[in-house]
């Protein structure tokens, strides 16, 4: 499983409220991901990292931003929660060949 | 823009029988990825097929990537119902998969006794 743990793993929260979401690695993996998915959507990239402070948008990124401070940390910000952005989120890291994903985060904005 | 898209993206099917999920996509890529999603879990890699030709089995799946044709496939033997689950298909954004993946709808399978 890479070593990858999320946090929260659960939350509820109101519309308009900023929201950051944590996805903790041991891995020592460069690089990141942040993925959403939804029904009908399969998963889709809102962000990712291949370095420390380095960072790109991904295919959804609207509304969203990432901080990489150290290695094994990725954090997701939503600045100002939407209704649209209850999903489930998830975090992934790679190797060379694969990439793996961490447990997710169910957030759901009221 | 890389498109992927997979089909069905329902099936039922019964114990014992053999069908294949088929995956296409848009964009020229060398890195095809299956995973397998039972419900409220992550994402579980089956197979990572890295070019053309590839073909992978594990048990009673088998995957295949065919490069020119855009085109992996994912069959299943004998289906039982442990096999359940919703499986995705994932291409590169571009070699090595640095800008991450981009996945199909999935494939929500029952496999019914």
């Known amino acids: 499983d890479a070593g990858i743990t999320q946090s929260p793993r659960h939350k509820v929260t109101e519309t308009g409220t900023p929201v950051t979401l944590r996805c903790h690695q041991t891995?020592?993996?460069?690089?990141m991901y942040w993925y959403r998915q939804d029904p009908g959507h399969g998963l889709r990239l809102i962000h990712y990292?291949?370095?420390?402070?380095?960072?790109d948008k991904g295919e959804v990124s609207d509304g969203y931003s990432v901080s990489r401070s150290k290695t094994e940390d990725f954090l997701l910000t939503l600045e100002s929660a939407t209704s649209s952005q209850t999903s489930v989120y998830f975090c992934?890291?790679?190797?060379?060949?694969?990439?793996?994903f961490g447990p997710g985060t169910r957030l759901t904005v009221t | 823009e890389l498109k992927v898209e997979q089909n069905p993206l329902f099936l039922s099917m019964q114990e014992g029988k053999n069908y294949t999920i088929y995956c296409n996509y848009s964009?020229?890529?060398?890195?095809l990825y299956w995973y397998r999603q039972d419900p409220g879990k992550s994402l579980e890699s089956l197979f990572v097929?890295?070019?053309?030709?590839a073909v992978k089995q594990e048990g009673r799946l088998m995957a295949s990537l065919d490069t020119k044709a855009r085109l992996s496939t994912l069959h299943i033997t004998a289906a039982v119902h442990d096999l359940s689950a919703t499986y995705f298909c994932?291409?590169?954004?571009?070699?090595?998969?640095?800008?991450?993946?981009?996945f199909g709808k999935g494939t929500h399978l029952i496999i019914q006794p």
């Open positions: 992934a890291t790679r190797t060379s060949y694969e990439q793996y």
């Open positions: 891995e020592n993996h460069r690089y």
């Open positions: 990292s291949y370095g420390v402070k380095d960072t």
């Open positions: 964009t020229t890529s060398d890195r």
């Open positions: 097929l890295l070019s053309n030709g």
């Open positions: 994932a291409v590169d954004h571009s070699g090595g998969g640095a800008d991450g993946l981009t």
